[in-house]
Nanobody, 125 residues
Framework: QVQLVESGGGLVQAGGSLRLSCSAS????????MGWFRQAPGKERELVAA????????YSAESVTGRFAISRDNAKNTVYLQMNSLKPEDTAVYYC??????????????????WGKGTLVTVSS
């Protein structure tokens, strides 16, 4: 059973930066596609960024393209989300997710195998 633990959330002013980390244990991290999702109060969960098992394919939502970047270090069993130029509308709980298929993370996240418990990001104006 894979366990995912997010860290790095917090309070930041608009225009600032944060880097989220997600550490995996209990499975073969290097074989999993990974993603970052977020859910703001009163809104549905949305995919922010995704990355293939080897890091060669990445995706980011239009709302964060050019500001956020996903990366991974398979030697450390960790996936990252670098968030720059943060805006108040980025405020949400951010969740790490893992699945054997990048397709599932991108298009069928209700079937994603593993989820972290989330880390709160608050961006003040």
């Amino acid at each position: 059973q894979v366990q995912l633990v997010e860290s790095g959330g917090g309070l930041v002013q608009a225009g600032g930066s944060l880097r989220l980390s997600c550490s995996a244990s209990g499975g073969t991290f290097s074989t999993y596609a990974m993603g970052w999702f977020r859910q703001a109060p009163g809104k549905e969960r949305e995919l922010v960024a995704a990355i293939s098992w080897n890091g060669e394919n990445t995706y980011s939502a239009e709302s964060v393209t050019g500001r956020f970047a996903i990366s991974r270090d398979n030697a450390k069993n960790t996936v990252y989300l670098q968030m720059n130029s943060l805006k108040p509308e980025d405020t949400a709980v951010y969740y790490c997710a893992g699945d054997q298929m990048l397709y599932t993370i991108r298009f069928d996240h209700e079937r994603v195998d593993y989820w972290g418990k989330g880390t709160l990001v608050t961006v003040s104006s």
